[in-house]
Antibody
């Protein structure tokens, strides 16, 4: 069965960076895009960007350009999202999600990784 | 990109129907047939319930249906059940490899 398993919770200081991992299993990792979505406490979902695990090509939403980097390691079927220059506004649950067959929806989700930014 | 607009809340009694709207622009909802809907229970990951405006993933009951008219998409949940009480989010492809989420709607089963 398709599974996306993410890394654990992190606590970071303002100005630091965080790297969240998302390990895929149960399907061909290079056949489906991986999206990253975040949700601040008590807030809605926010799309951050996506990576094509086959080519490594990425698209980031304008809000995070210059601060986010999405990468992948096909040898271990794992995608990564690194966010730099963290502020308290970046405190959120960060989730990976698999792009569906047509690419325009998210059919499987990771369990989410809580990133807390606090001095 | 601005978030798509959803009503903050909606409610209905068991067995009734509730419809949630998702309003965007001609650059997102109105421009593509790539609207999807997600159900999220507290503390849980979102679950896909509708994709490509009207399609249901396998395992999602036919009580969930989607539609679109112009720049507004809608999700209807018929025959409301207690487990339908959750937050619901729409999302749309917005061109140039970008996506945008809705503001979210809390559905309460009275």
């Amino acid at each position: 069965q398709v599974q996306l398993v993410q890394s654990g919770a992190e606590v970071k200081k303002p100005g630091a960076s965080v790297k969240v991992s998302c390990k895929a299993s149960g399907y061909s990792f290079t056949g489906y895009y991986i999206h990253w979505v975040r949700q601040a406490p008590g807030q809605g979902l926010e799309w951050m960007g996506w990576i094509n695990p086959n080519s490594g090509g990425t698209t980031y939403t304008q809000k995070f350009q210059g601060r986010v980097t999405m990468t992948r390691d096909t040898s271990i079927s794992t995608a990564y999202m690194e966010l730099s220059r963290l502020t308290s506004d970046d405190t959120a649950v960060y989730s990976c999600a698999r792009g569906g067959t047509t690419g325009y929806y998210f059919d499987y989700w990771g369990q989410g990784s809580l990133v807390t930014v606090s001095s | 990109q601005s978030a798509l607009t959803q009503p903050p809340s909606a409610s209905g009694s068991p067995g009734q129907s509730v419809t949630i709207s998702c309003t965007g622009t001609s650059s997102d909802v109105g421009g593509y047939n790539f609207v999807s809907w997600y159900q999220q229970h507290p503390g849980k990951a979102p679950k896909l319930v509708i994709f490509d405006v009207t399609k249901r993933p396998s395992g999602v009951p036919d009580r969930f249906s989607g539609s679109k008219s112009g720049n507004t998409a809608s999700l209807t949940v018929s025959g409301l059940q207690a487990d339908d009480e959750a937050d619901y989010y729409c999302t749309s492809y917005a061109g140039s490899n970008n996506f945008v989420f809705g503001t979210g709607t809390k559905v309460t089963v009275l």
